[in-house]
Structures are given as structure tokens and as C-alpha cells.
């Protein structure tokens, strides 16, 4: 019966021992963790959690670095999601009591990423799969906004209803047929120019249309023979 009782208690030491071999190792791989029975591969799981949970900085980088050939890649994205929002909410809450753009070494302070992390984070952050999807998820939920703009169109802000109407194309935007553009000393209407002199060898007559032109009177006045 003694013998019976004692053989969970030296089950679980020996997959201790292991686990903890484990480890030790620089750097684990998939044929280290592949003769692992059950009750291991738990223990494994449970440690490589709490590892995770307390270690900080370049500490956490290098047992990253250390596990992630046995990494599912689940697990990969759970920590990519993790450091985006620890990152996100560490700016935010600093923005929010300093009123400036906090450095990569308060990120890194605030976080307990370390600065290398978050340099990478930042310069990676739009190539990676968990943000096109977060992106994705922005863009679904885009007709709420568009629902709300709506309302307050609806409810007399005009405003809100160019928004609306620009959101959802409801105006065409013609291309002007007519550029003009003003430089220095002479005004430039599509390819003819306009200066000073020109406007000098013009007739009083000439000189009142191309006025009543510019202050929309045009139609009031009856076409002349220039």
C-alpha cells in the first residue's frame, strides 16, 4: 500500500526533473518537447505561463526567443495582440497626464516590454496578420458610425449630413471645367494669362465684362463684339 501511494509523488517529481531540464536549455525545440506525455506537456504549459507572466524586459525577450520554436502560432498572435494593446493603452494613459508623445524608453518603462520590443512593435505593427484583422473588425462596425451620422443629419446638423452624404457618395463631384489660379502679378485661366499689361490694352468694354464676370453678373450683360 505504501508503495501504491508514493507512486504519484514520484511520478510528478521525475516529470518535474524534466520538465525542468527543459528549461535549462538555451533554446527548446519541437523534438525536445515531442516524447512528452500528457501530464508533462501540462506541466510544461503551466510553467512557460507563469514564466511568461512574471518576467520583464530584455529577461521575457530572451525566453521568447528561447521557447519559440515550440510556440503555437495562436500563441504567437496572443502575444502580438497582448503587447498591442499594452502598448496602445500605455501611450493613451501618458498622453492623457503629460500631454506629449511619450518616448519608446516610457512605453518600455510603462509596460515591462523592453525598449527592442517595442522599436520592433512599432515598425512591424502594419505588416503583421492581427492587424489587417483589427482593421477588418473597424471596418464591420463602420455602418454603426455611418447609422449615427445619419441620425444627427436627420435631427438638423448639417455638418453631420455633408459627412453623410460624403460617406456614402451621394454627391457627384465634378471636376471644375474652369481652373483659375492666381500668381504674383497676373491671373492664369486654364492656359491663357492674364497680366497687367494685357488687362491695360483691353477696352472699357472688354474691362466691364471680364469684371461683371468675376463678380457672377455676367448674364446681366449683353454679349459684346470683342
Not at 518535474?16 to 518537447?33: Q, S, W
Not at 503629460?98 to 502594419?126: C, W
Not at 453631420?160 to 481652373?179: C, E, W
Amino acid at each position: 500500500m505504501t508503495n501504491e501511494k508514493t507512486r504519484p509523488s514520484v511520478s510528478l517529481r521525475a516529470s518535474n526533473d524534466k520538465i525542468n531540464g527543459l528549461l535549462a536549455r538555451e533554446r527548446i525545440t519541437a523534438a525536445d518537447v515531442g516524447d512528452l506525455n500528457q501530464q508533462e506537456q501540462r506541466l510544461l504549459e503551466n510553467k512557460l505561463t507563469e514564466i511568461l507572466e512574471r518576467s520583464k524586459g530584455e529577461e521575457r525577450d530572451r525566453f521568447l526567443a528561447k521557447i519559440d520554436p515550440i510556440m503555437h502560432v495562436n500563441t504567437k498572435s496572443d502575444i502580438w495582440e497582448r503587447n498591442h494593446m499594452t502598448i496602445s493603452n500605455a501611450i493613451e494613459n501618458f498622453m492623457r497626464q503629460h500631454a506629449v508623445m511619450p518616448t519608446k524608453n516610457d512605453i518600455a518603462q510603462e509596460t515591462g516590454l523592453s525598449r527592442q520590443t517595442v522599436a520592433k512593435h512599432f515598425k512591424e505593427y502594419k505588416t503583421q496578420p492581427e492587424f489587417a484583422a483589427e482593421m477588418e473588425q473597424f471596418k464591420f462596425m463602420s455602418h454603426k458610425i455611418l447609422a449615427n451620422v445619419f441620425k444627427q443629419a436627420s435631427n438638423g446638423d448639417m455638418k453631420a449630413a455633408k459627412l453623410y452624404f460624403d460617406m456614402v457618395g451621394a454627391i457627384d463631384k465634378q471636376p471644375a471645367a474652369t481652373v483659375v489660379t492666381a500668381q504674383n502679378n497676373y491671373i492664369q485661366i486654364n492656359n491663357t494669362i492674364l497680366s497687367q499689361e494685357n488687362l491695360k490694352s483691353l477696352s472699357p468694354a472688354q474691362l466691364q465684362l471680364i469684371e461683371n464676370i468675376v463678380t457672377n453678373k455676367a448674364a446681366e450683360v449683353p454679349l459684346l463684339g470683342v
